[in-house]
């Protein structure tokens, strides 16, 4: 009996003595010093930290004048109307802050289960009746008692700043959206005007120094790279850049025998080429550009934090300008089996030099964006290089549907040349409609700029051209997965044969290579919206948010989470119950059913018990995965009774009546029924009707109801497993004894009658001037009933020939 106390008594004294106590001087010290002072005294080092080492004082502390502050400067920022750039700014220390309570949370809510843990092994406290416990025993339940204390306090804080801080950067947020809103529709004057110039004219000698600065900024940095020992740095940097660059050029034509080499020739090939030297250009360019500023900026005190932001704003679009130029090489070869699109060699050669005009207008607006944000410039010097920048980009927009309209006019006129009169190929109507399009929007950002609205303007160029390009991208990743799914993936691919041996059917296998694809064009048009809902500027993190908004959806204890994770969950949930149960059901029939003495129609219903119930289940995931709940789902029930109390009472009624015959079982499958006048055999019982097979193979659908509230006549019942009977009207005229004798042998003697029973043979009735004689027999093990009786009754009838028995059967049964 002092087993167990003892063994507890030993565990919590470890325990506690090995963990600084917070109440004591030694606990208290041990909290304070480090790690290393634990190691070098007496103190043994701690099993588990205390909640003081995991979130102290000083961080929660922290944490809250964080909070303070960002709540105001967001104030006074929005009063003040400050540049949207300290708001962005405001915007990630919130988010930091979000994250870090989140981290600390996690962090701190396990220790909390293991403390009461601990007290759970101690049990209550002894009553006042209860002989005294033992103090050491005591003093540890207080001990975890304000430990647990301290934890659930620290846990308060940490959730009370976390509501804030996701109020803040909700706040944050709208307000960055209206400042933007408000900024885009804001008009400046005019470039046209005279006052716009002479505001321009009175901010440039300070634009000029701010100029001038950054200018001094950029010499002092090369002249500290170019110098002494870190010239070889500098030049080795740049080398390594121009190698990589080098490599992204010459991997074109390694890429395209690859893929010669492991794809099936078609339209695959010059997809997936273009794809893979596209991933390699966004590598190449992004490594390459690091490489170089690291190099320059490593160690060099010249480097100041403009040179440095309008790195990190070049560095994004350096990408995009190598993989614009990339699709400008694989759209526009030289080479026409590896163009994605048909197009003719004058078309290609005339459009070869628009890719490298977007490319440095790529990177131009990295270096825009810094002037935008952070060069310090006046308004109208900022107003006036972006309109520059409009001007000068829309002409793309204007000028690439021109030629191709020029183009396809030109070989429109040889073609009419070369063909007869009528045979001429219209344009689609959605190159019409695109190259209009982007006609409309190059004269609109002209037009806005000219008009004053410069910051529409740009903002609609750099969201065309980052829409453009993203869209181009898209589309090749979804043309990829399509031509894969149908040149690989088929039944008759390469790789569908290989999945065709290994035991899949060719059929599930087709519907994949459809579906696959499907489901990753779904994905694809989802990154499309994030793309075009972050704005302009195409900041990774912002994209990243949207699609985390996206898919995750917003949450509410009142409302359903419809998001799309939720949506394809829901897609998802369905066909994997369908392939889950069917191997169950498959299991049940070729396992489990043959070790049974269960007859068919108990096995039918007992698959039918679990299909229903198995879907049931579905159902309530799909409607978990949405978050609807009970209490949502209040409103639908009332609507269900009163649907049920005035025009749903049949279908209940069959659906009740279904659940019975499948519990009940007085009809299962395979019986031999008469209802209704109509004899005929049970195929499939359902919750809402059962099928039953008629003599001239239609079927008649009879609602279960009627299984129950009428009569129903069950010729199996009356009959063992196997049995048959013949029916035989015989003349009173006739020999009873003889035929009873000829039924009895030719049963005993036919092929497919069980011989170890033996038939019998009974007089059933007589009416009618004629006497019904009843053979009844087992069918042999394997052989159906039918099959038996249809032979049996052949058997009889020449029998009855040869013995010149006169004879009528209920049956029509004609003599060969």
């Given at each position: 009996m002092l087993r167990m106390p003892v063994r507890v008594l030993f565990l919590l004294s470890l325990f506690l003595f090995s963990i600084p106590s917070l109440s004591g001087p030694a606990g208290a010290q041990s909290a304070e010093q480090p790690a290393a002072a634990l190691t070098a005294g007496n103190v043994p080092s701690p099993l588990i930290m205390s909640a003081q080492d995991i979130v102290s004082d000083k961080t929660l502390d922290e944490i809250g004048a964080e909070i303070r502050s960002i709540y105001t400067s967001g104030v006074t920022e929005q009063h003040a109307g400050h540049s949207a750039l300290d708001l962005s700014a405001l915007l990630q220390r919130a988010t930091a802050v979000s994250t870090r309570t989140d981290r600390l949370m996690a962090r701190i809510r396990p220790y909390q289960d293991v403390y009461q843990n601990f007290v759970d092994i101690l049990g209550k406290p002894p009553a006042k009746d209860d002989p005294p416990e033992a103090s050491s025993l005591t003093e540890q339940r207080e001990s975890l008692n304000r430990r647990q204390k301290d934890i659930s306090a620290r846990m308060t804080r940490l959730k009370l700043y976390q509501v804030e801080a996701q109020q803040?950067?909700?706040?944050?947020?709208?307000?960055?959206?209206?400042?933007?809103?408000?900024?885009?529709?804001?008009?400046?004057?005019?470039?046209?005007?005279?006052?716009?110039?002479?505001?321009?004219?009175?901010?440039?000698?300070?634009?000029?120094?701010?100029?001038?600065?950054?200018?001094?900024?950029?010499?002092?940095?090369?002249?500290?790279?170019?110098?002494?020992?870190?010239?070889?740095?500098?030049?080795?940097?740049?080398?390594?850049?121009?190698?990589?660059?080098?490599?992204?050029?010459?991997?074109?034509?390694?890429?395209?025998?690859?893929?010669?080499?492991?794809?099936?020739?078609?339209?695959?090939?010059?997809?997936?080429?273009?794809?893979?030297?596209?991933?390699?250009?966004?590598?190449?360019?992004?490594?390459?550009?690091?490489?170089?500023?690291?190099?320059?900026?490593?160690?060099?005190?010249?480097?100041?934090?403009?040179?440095?932001?309008?790195?990190?704003?070049?560095?994004?679009?350096?990408?995009?300008?190598?993989?614009?130029?990339?699709?400008?090489?694989?759209?526009?070869?030289?080479?026409?089996?590896?163009?994605?699109?048909?197009?003719?060699?004058?078309?290609?050669?005339?459009?070869?030099?628009?890719?490298?005009?977007?490319?440095?207008?790529?990177?131009?607006?990295?270096?825009?964006?810094?002037?935008?944000?952070?060069?310090?410039?006046?308004?109208?010097?900022?107003?006036?290089?972006?309109?520059?920048?409009?001007?000068?980009?829309?002409?793309?927009?204007?000028?690439?549907?021109?030629?191709?309209?020029?183009?396809?006019?030109?070989?429109?006129?040889?073609?009419?040349?070369?063909?007869?009169?009528?045979?001429?190929?219209?344009?689609?109507?959605?190159?019409?409609?695109?190259?209009?399009?982007?006609?409309?929007?190059?004269?609109?950002?002209?037009?806005?700029?000219?008009?004053?609205?410069?910051?529409?303007?740009?903002?609609?160029?750099?969201?065309?051209?980052?829409?453009?390009?993203?869209?181009?991208?898209?589309?090749?990743?979804?043309?990829?997965?399509?031509?894969?799914?149908?040149?690989?993936?088929?039944?008759?691919?390469?790789?569908?044969?290989?999945?065709?041996?290994?035991?899949?059917?060719?059929?599930?296998?087709?519907?994949?290579?459809?579906?696959?694809?499907?489901?990753?064009?779904?994905?694809?048009?989802?990154?499309?919206?994030?793309?075009?809902?972050?704005?302009?500027?195409?900041?990774?993190?912002?994209?990243?948010?949207?699609?985390?908004?996206?898919?995750?959806?917003?949450?509410?204890?009142?409302?359903?989470?419809?998001?799309?994770?939720?949506?394809?969950?829901?897609?998802?949930?369905?066909?994997?119950?369908?392939?889950?149960?069917?191997?169950?059901?498959?299991?049940?029939?070729?396992?489990?059913?043959?070790?049974?003495?269960?007859?068919?129609?108990?096995?039918?219903?007992?698959?039918?018990?679990?299909?229903?119930?198995?879907?049931?289940?579905?159902?309530?995931?799909?409607?978990?995965?949405?978050?609807?709940?009970?209490?949502?789902?209040?409103w639908v029930v009332s609507a269900l009774s009163v649907g049920i109390g005035f025009g749903l009472q049949s279908i209940v009624q069959n659906f009740v009546s279904g659940i019975i015959l499948m519990a009940e079982r007085p009809v299962s499958v395979g019986d031999v029924v008469t209802i209704a006048g109509v004899t005929g055999k049970v195929e499939r019982i359902s919750v809402r009707s059962t099928d039953i097979r008629l003599d001239d193979k239609s079927t008649m659908i009879v609602p279960n109801s009627q299984f129950i509230t009428s009569a129903v006549k069950n010729a199996t019942r009356a009959q063992k497993p196997g049995v048959f009977t013949v029916e035989l009207d015989l003349p009173f005229a006739s020999d009873l004894n003889k035929a009873s004798a000829v039924v009895i042998a030719t049963l005993s003697a036919c092929a497919d009658t069980d011989p170890d029973s033996a038939p019998t043979v009974s007089m059933t009735s007589v009416a009618d001037g004629s006497a019904v004689l009843t053979g009844s027999a087992k069918a042999r093990d394997g052989v159906e009933i039918k099959t038996a009786r249809s032979s049996a009754l052949f058997a009889i009838w020449q029998a009855f020939q040869e013995n010149e028995i006169p004879v009528t059967f209920r049956q029509t049964v004609r003599a060969p």
């Open positions: 803040l950067v909700n706040e944050l947020r709208q307000h960055d959206s209206a400042i933007q809103q408000a900024t885009l529709w804001q008009q400046m004057p005019s470039p046209l005007g005279v006052n716009f110039w002479s505001q321009f004219i009175q901010s440039a000698p300070q634009d000029g120094r701010r100029l001038n600065a950054l200018g001094a900024e950029t010499l002092a940095m090369l002249a500290t790279a170019l110098t002494g020992k870190r010239f070889f740095i500098t030049l080795a940097g740049l080398s390594a850049s121009l190698l990589l660059l080098a490599g992204w050029l010459y991997a074109r034509k390694p890429i395209r025998l690859l893929t010669t080499r492991f794809l099936p020739q078609g339209r695959v090939r010059p997809i997936a080429a273009t794809v893979l030297c596209g991933v390699v250009s966004v590598l190449a360019c992004a490594i390459s550009f690091q490489v170089f500023w690291n190099t320059l900026a490593f160690d060099n005190p010249a480097v100041g934090d403009d040179l440095d932001q309008l790195a990190s704003m070049v560095a994004t679009q350096a990408p995009l300008c190598g993989l614009v130029l990339e699709l400008g090489f694989c759209f526009l070869s030289s080479k026409a089996d590896w163009r994605v699109f048909a197009m003719s060699d004058d078309l290609a050669r005339s459009l070869r030099l628009f890719p490298a005009w977007l490319a440095i207008a790529m990177i131009v607006r990295g270096m825009l964006r810094y002037v935008d944000t952070q060069s310090g410039l006046s308004l109208l010097s900022v107003q006036l290089v972006d309109g520059l920048y409009t001007l000068t980009v829309s002409p793309l927009l204007f000028a690439i549907p021109r030629k191709l309209r020029l183009t396809a006019a030109q070989d429109q006129d040889a073609d009419t040349a070369a063909e007869p009169a009528g045979t001429t190929e219209q344009t689609p109507p959605l190159a019409q409609f695109l190259r209009s399009m982007a006609m409309g929007i190059s004269i609109i950002c002209w037009i806005a700029v000219l008009t004053g609205y410069i910051p529409l303007a740009y903002t609609l160029i750099s969201w065309v051209s980052v829409m453009a390009l993203s869209m181009t991208t898209l589309l090749l990743l979804s043309m990829l997965t399509t031509a894969l799914g149908g040149a690989l993936f088929a039944s008759r691919a390469p790789l569908g044969r290989h999945l065709v041996e290994l035991g899949l059917p060719p059929r599930l296998i087709n519907q994949a290579s459809i579906l696959v694809p499907g489901l990753i064009n779904v994905l694809l048009l989802a990154v499309a919206y994030a793309v075009a809902s972050s704005g302009a500027n195409f900041d990774p993190p912002q994209i990243w948010q949207q699609l985390y908004s996206l898919f995750h959806g917003t949450e509410d204890s009142n409302t359903s989470s419809v998001s799309l994770d939720a949506i394809l969950l829901c897609i998802a949930l369905p066909l994997v119950g369908y392939q889950a149960i069917k191997i169950v059901k498959s299991w049940f029939q070729q396992r489990f059913f043959p070790a049974t003495n269960l007859d068919i129609g108990a096995q039918a219903s007992i698959l039918s018990i679990l299909g229903y119930a198995a879907w049931i289940l579905i159902g309530l995931a799909m409607f978990a995965a949405l978050g609807v709940t009970v209490k949502s789902m209040t």
